[in-house]
């Protein structure tokens, strides 16, 4: 038998990561962090214990991995929804669409995303790694496509925001409504209500736009605020 070619090793190694990242995110918001070992990840995945330890330094590393897999993932498919953005509010649609993500993503699986936000937050702290690489170019795409005239410094701010959002959602015994935090969002950015995914009934279920006067819908088409708005960088 001939030994594999240098590409097909790679595909192997490639698709016995993504198991592995996969597994991760099921278990820990299945169980928790605590409850996850590695071996219980390895067995999930269909892959030898060494192997984890191999890819991954450690558990905390291979959850940011693996979280940050997940969000990217899901913004490419909320950006690349059908119907494609198309005309003079692309700009606007593309950033809807993102913030929608990163918020849907703290609604439907709260554990995990809890347990990252808490990991991101120790000693540790924030792990670059390809997976966040991808997230973050996306992001930054977005702003770029929004129109934003320094997207390297306000995709920064885009994500800051973000992740306090789903801190806020997180919050336990002090959580605020999804949909207060994504008027926030919106209303800062110049979004109409109506973008994205909203959350009312033409949207994924929910309650509608909030009572509030400074709900996006309630703007004029005029009133667009730039990413600097307010001298914010």
């Not at 994504?182 to 110049?190: I, M, Q, V």
Request: charged share 25%; aromatic share 4%; hydrophobic share 40%.
């Amino acid at each position: 038998m001939s030994p594999r070619s240098a590409s097909v090793n790679e595909e192997l190694r490639r698709r016995s990561q993504e198991r592995l990242l996969q597994a991760t995110v099921e278990l820990v918001g299945e169980r928790g962090y605590e409850a996850t070992t590695l071996a219980d990840i390895a067995d999930r995945a269909g892959a030898a214990r060494g192997l984890v330890s191999y890819y991954f330094p450690g558990k905390r590393q291979l959850l940011q991995t693996a979280v940050h897999r997940l969000m990217h993932l899901e913004l490419a498919k909320g950006l690349e929804r059908e119907p494609l953005p198309d005309g003079e509010d692309a700009g606007r649609e593309w950033l809807a669409r993102a913030i929608d993500a990163i918020l849907g993503l703290a609604v439907e699986r709260p554990r995990l995303m809890r347990t990252h936000m808490a990991g991101i937050l120790t000693a540790e702290g924030f792990i670059q790694c390809p997976e966040q690489q991808r997230l973050a170019a996306l992001l930054r795409e977005t702003m770029v496509r929004y129109g934003s005239p320094e997207p390297d410094a306000d995709y920064r701010l885009l994500r800051a925001q973000l992740m306090g959002a789903v801190v806020a959602i997180l919050l336990p015994g002090a959580p605020m409504p999804a949909e207060r935090l994504r008027a926030e969002l919106f209303h800062r950015y110049g979004l109409d209500w109506g973008l994205g995914v909203p959350p009312g009934p033409e949207g994924a279920g929910g309650t509608g736009a909030p009572d509030d006067p400074r709900s996006p819908g309630t703007q004029a088409p005029d009133d667009r605020r730039s990413p600097g708005a307010d001298g914010q960088r």
